[in-house]
């Protein structure tokens, strides 16, 4: 945005040097990452290879490697892309973020986080600090489907799936979007059916037409609502299938 | 006009002291302030990765890095490549095998499979592909791309067995 | 023909010169060129497609930190007066045999009056960084009244358009036509015939390195060099002496290494000529350098035709007449005049006998970028009419779409063959030679096979999945004229010095030319010295666009080289006292034939050329060992090529995946194998962008909504299969080495090659793709169309 001088700031503070914002760990059951932690650097953990697969596969769909070579957990989640993959992730793993300030931290978690295009609940003078996300159970399944025209674009649609099943039941269903909308935000009625209904074709069919139903998708020159709305459709389908074949 | 900010910073092994404007691009800094011109602009918003290089052994886009950014690191360029005028295998495999027609994404797609490489030493025709999707090359149509840098794996692997 | 066996290098997948200072990173790029007190110009571009210049503040700007000037158009104009431009001219044969009217809305230096679309520039900064120029921009103030834009080129057309350039009166710039026969009385005698329209849309070259100008004035020679990211130095330079009022002796312009052109570096814009006159004004050297941004907004756009057609066949699939009437968005000016527009006329036909033949155009300004030629240049919009024709008649009487192409080709036996209109050369079209139907047969074969494609396709429709076949044929005139010329110059140190006009951008001029000399003077190609676009070089050249300079640049050595030898070989005998008759050239020497040891190295034969005492020329030989000669081709040589590809289409989601591609091309007698193989897989990826990613949109006020290349998407590694070549080559007949033009080719197949697939893929749907690019969305929507169709089969479409 400065090369395009859209913005033209007076003074820019670089985080760069602030080493001890770029960590991962593990506390109490809680993935706990430095807003400062590279993409690349999370792509390549096996903390989160491990304990936050959903993340470990939507890491991969972000642009290329020398973007993530830069671009960090942090500064994508607070930049809010409307087609990012990260805010998508935070939301379907329930994720929180510690925002920190002149008047001390908070907690924010993700549904309240995401408020609009490239707009967060961040005052001015707060800085993220730190992304929790909880250890997905061993037995979750998940799936991130995204379509985009080409390899590393940002989603024109994205979804990102999580299930977990005791039996026939679903026990818990999260789904989150991102590109259909101008904030990633969680499909809370398709949610609800499965945790209903359970994983079977009809009720994935019956969730995924409620996740069309339900999202006020972006209009724009690379896709129509319309086309978002469909997507949205197909890929919750797809992921919902994907995510419950895991075990 | 802000006070140029002084850096310090290694490239290809050389060590430099300058100073610049806190909004210098990295890549206009290598270019104009240390006179590297191998490293190219070919968008300067971040998409076309012309300007790739090595920060600290990681393959990045200079053009929407500030060059402050850089003070402390240690940067490679395309012309740290050759040792003595000898071509690295990279570029030699590109030579054999026209992995270049302009040469103008040429040191991009370089230091994207060098870094490539590094993580991946051996790599499928498909992995070659989705890393240097990174690198927009207009001439070749990537073919001959890809066959340069699987032969430059091969040798790449074979002479680090030989050394160990 | 050059004699056989004397071949050594031609042919031969020679490396490539060019490679050892590209990849140390020290090529010279017009971008990397650094002088002395040199300044730094940015533009001011209009922010709206259409309106009148109030007026213009420069005073803030001109105040700015380290700024030297600020031009408005409006004092520009004080400054420099209007100098009419020279289009690419059209020779006396084509104007007076082709129908045609062309206007010509000149591009003004900086606009003065009125901008006439986004990206016009109306003002220019001059300072010490390309930073403070840039601030100093953002300072320049305007006003504007705003006019309306005219985005569509048929509503440009309609009573009561805006209209772009007033002086005309109307937005229909130029109009040209082609025929043949009686195509009207062939189509009402037709069994069958169909209509549709196809829309080749708007797109461009996109090389990585922008262009760019760097210019020096010499205040002790009054002269003036200006380097250029060009692919036509003589014309930059016969314009900048015109708009200058300096002799052309006194300018020279030079491209040094340039970062893919493509074509839309192919003519001379603007920024050539305003650069180097700040340099002259300012007396030091001026650098400008586009930025991508700038390039997306200024620099010429392509394609952007909208073809309606009416064809008649019979019932085997013979098009017995061919009705084509076309419109050419030309964007607010057109630099090339009818170039490209005459291209589509003339190769409509295609590899296809066609007897009767009608071809229309009007060419119509609008508000968005000027366009020109770009890779191709009109031949990929006439390839998607006719083959996606192809393609409609084989669905409409259920035949495949290769059978109807093969009987339609013209076959081996047929050739030579009028096609019976001109080229743009003013000459008849008369295919050269070539053998259609192999090519098609080789293409399928590369694929797998129609026979084996149709059981795979049945069987995935079974399964749900959707795979399609699509083929695209072209036939291409390459090594167009007027001219172009090589000077041969032998030194005293025995190298060959080969200088000429044409401009390279990647081509790898350096190592076929030397390829080509070394077997013209039986010497190692190390010992050749190449020298290109510079106009220092030689005083005349034509440069490179057209898939021209392979074909005539060789000749032209040929030629020069064949005069040269003559003047060689008297000076040799001298030497040698024996006669010119009794010598061949054999490894660096003027050899007596049949006598090893009785020789003269061509180096000395250099030194007794020299003028002086004890010169060792005999009488009536004078001095020097050089020639030149401009070669003027007879006409166009015809390479042509199928492409074919299969595709699976994900009708949930409307993506599309090229599974395979193969290009059976001709392009005669290849002189580098390897870089051959290099152009047909680059234009290829570069049509394959255009067919499925890349294309401009504007909006209804003529704003340009893909401004960067996050909007404006270039094919990457991922979005491309592995290309499968295979060779066919017919010898040209009309240079000394056979060689036919191939920079092109690939780019013109591409994009109906998609569609046909991709149609061929949802013909359960009945979806026809005529427009380009296919885009994913367009699938959804023809699925769901045809769906809502099945249900309703009532309902007219």
New interface residues.
Partial sequence: MMNFRIVSPAAIIDLNRIPDLAYIRTESGVVRIGAMTRQRTVEFSPIVAEQLPLLAEAVKHIAHLPIRSRGTIGGSIAHADPAAELPMVLQALEGEVVARGPAGERLIKAADLFKGLLATSLADDELIVEVRLALMPGRAGFAVEEFARRRGDFAIAAVAAVVERAGERCTKARLATAGVEPASARLTAAEEILERNGLGDSAIEEAAATAAQMVSPLCDHQASAEYRRHLTRVLTERALRRARSVH | ?PEPIPIRLTVNGERFEKRC?????LVDFL?EDL????????????????C?IL?NG????S????A??ADGAELC???G??RNGE?HPL?QA???N?G????????GM?M?AL??LRLNPSPT?QE???????????????????RSIAAAADKMRMSSAVTG | MAEPGTMRHIGHSMLRREDRRLLLGKGQYVGDLELPRMLHAAFVRSPVAHARIRSIDLVRASAAPGVALVLSGISLAQLLPNVPDHQVSLPGKWRTAVRHRILNPQQALLAADKVRHVGEAFAVVVAESRYAAEDAAMLVGAEFDPLPAVVDPKEGLRPGAPIVHEQFGTNLISELAAAKGDVRGALRGAPHRLQRRFHHHRYAALPIECRGVVSAYDARTQSLTSWSATQVVHWVRREIAATLGMTEARVRCVAPDVGGGFGVKGHVYPEDLLIPFLARRLERPVKWIEDRHEHLMCSCHSRDQIHDVEIGFDDDGRILAFHDRFLVDCGAFNPIGSGAVYNTIAHLAGPYRIDHFAAEAKIVVTNKVPNAPYRGAGRPEAALVTERAMDLIARHLRLEPAEVRRRNMIRPEEMPYSVGILYRDGEPIVYDGGDYPAALKKALAAVGGLAAFRCRQSEARREGRHLGLGIGCYTEGTGAGPFEGATVRIEPSGKILVASGACPQGQGMETIFAQIAADAWSVDPEDVVISLADTAAIPMGFGTVASRSTVTLSAAIHHASERLRKKTFDIAANLLECGPEDLELRHGTVSVIGVPGMAVPLGKVAQAARPGWDHGRPPGVEAGLEETYYWEPPTVTWSYAVHAAVVEVDIATGGVKIERYAVAHDCGVVVNPMLVEGQIIGGTVQGIGGALLERFVYDAEGQLLTGSLMDYMMPTASDVPDITLVHQSSPSPLNPLGVKGLGEGGAIAPPVVIANAVTDALAPFQAEFNHTPVMPEQIVTAVRVSAARAQHPGVQR
Wanted: with cysteine; glycine share 8%; proline share 3%.
């Fill in positions: 006009m404007e806190p909004r210098k691009l270019r006179s590297l011109t191998g490293t190219h602009v070919g968008c300067e918003h971040g998409v076309c990765g012309a790739t920060f990681e393959a990045v886009r053009c929407i890095m500030l402050v950014q360029t395309i012309e490549l050759a071509f570029q590109f030579h054999e026209h270049l027609q302009c040469g103008f994404c040429t040191p370089l994207v870094d490539f025709e070659i592909r989705e890393a240097i999707s990174a690198v927009l090359c207009r001439c070749t149509g990537y073919r001959d791309i890809v």
